[in-house]
């Protein structure tokens, strides 16, 4: 930017500087923008192409490199409105079955890992199992009065999978959470039940006192759910 303003100086007259230069610093400006502009446009697409393949990996088993490359160039094929290099008729039928396939051995093998996850947390020292299956483990005991069933609470809280993936969180919302507790999953109902104000608690919902069957959002049907839970309020 300084060579052109030397430039601009040398080639005209003073009262007309100012007019020239600024032409430059706003098609520069605007330039930016637009850089910008796309950075963020690509940043946002790839997060999306990033969810999806998230979701292809929940549902399909893909084994090797190969693998993706065949899956993600027959994508961008179909993307670029390209003709497809295959006979697509043709392989509908192996497509439905892999799918099918897939999502049995995937549901064992989810199926496997919540059940082992369930065992070995309710072994934990200090871990308390309520009647409806639901496991709670305080880390601070609060203090107080714990809610009854029809009880107005404010809580905190963090929800992932057994593997981690986090779903929900009021802690990165920075909002507090208010709810009754006739008004949420059974789990919740029951184990925030056994806490007091001031406390914190890891909550493992069985799939059945969460959301069952159901996918919602980023759950997958018939998931675990493992809650970090802080009471801050209740009321009568």
């Given at each position: 930017?300084?060579?052109?303003?030397?430039?601009?100086?040398?080639?005209?007259?003073?009262?007309?500087?100012?007019?020239?230069?600024?032409?430059?610093?706003d098609?520069?400006s605007?330039?930016?923008?637009?850089?910008?502009?796309?950075?963020?446009?690509?940043?946002?697409?790839?997060?999306?192409?990033?969810?999806?393949?998230?979701n292809?990996?929940?549902?399909?088993?893909?084994?090797?490199?190969?693998?993706?490359?065949?899956l993600?160039?027959?994508?961008?094929?179909?993307?670029?409105?390209?003709?497809?290099?295959?006979?697509?008729?043709?392989?509908?039928?192996?497509?439905?079955?892999?799918?099918?396939?897939?999502?049995?051995?995937?549901?064992?093998?989810?199926?496997?890992?919540?059940?082992?996850?369930?065992?070995?947390?309710?072994k934990?020292?200090?871990?308390?199992?309520?009647?409806?299956g639901?496991?709670?483990?305080?880390?601070?005991?609060?203090?107080?009065?714990?809610?009854?069933?029809?009880?107005?609470?404010?809580?905190h809280?963090?929800?992932?999978?057994?593997?981690?993936?986090?779903?929900?969180?009021?802690?990165?919302?920075?909002?507090?959470?208010?709810?009754?507790?006739?008004?949420?999953?059974?789990c919740w109902?029951?184990?925030?039940?056994?806490?007091?104000?001031?406390s914190?608690?890891?909550v493992?919902?069985?799939?059945?006192?969460?959301?069952?069957?159901?996918?919602?959002?980023?759950?997958?049907?018939?998931?675990?759910?493992?809650?970090?839970?802080?009471?801050?309020?209740?009321?009568?």
């Open positions: 930017m300084k060579k052109i303003m030397i430039l601009a100086l040398l080639a005209a007259p003073v009262l007309s500087f100012a007019q020239e230069a600024a032409q430059p610093a098609a520069a605007e330039q930016a923008a637009a850089v910008q502009d796309i950075a963020e446009r690509n940043k946002m697409l790839y997060s999306l192409g990033f969810l999806l393949g998230d292809l990996k929940r549902q399909l088993i893909l084994d090797n490199e190969d693998d993706y490359k065949a993600s160039q027959g994508m961008r094929d179909s993307l670029l409105n390209k003709k497809s290099q295959t006979d697509l008729d043709k392989y509908k039928p192996a497509i439905i079955q892999k799918y099918k396939d897939d999502a049995a051995l995937i549901t064992a093998k989810r199926e496997a890992a919540q059940k082992e996850y369930l065992e070995n947390f309710k934990e020292k200090g871990v308390k199992t309520l009647d409806n639901a496991m709670i483990k305080l880390s601070r005991a609060g203090k107080g009065k714990a809610p009854k069933a029809d009880a107005t609470v404010k809580v809280y963090t929800g992932t999978l057994i593997d981690g993936t986090k779903f929900d969180s009021s802690r990165d919302r920075e909002e507090a959470f208010e709810t009754r507790l006739t008004d949420v999953i059974p109902t029951k184990a925030l039940q056994q806490m007091k104000p001031g914190r608690a890891k493992v919902c069985p799939a059945d006192t969460a959301y069952g069957n159901r996918p919602v959002g980023q759950i997958p049907a018939n998931s675990v759910l493992v809650f970090d839970i802080e009471m801050l309020t209740q009321e009568k």
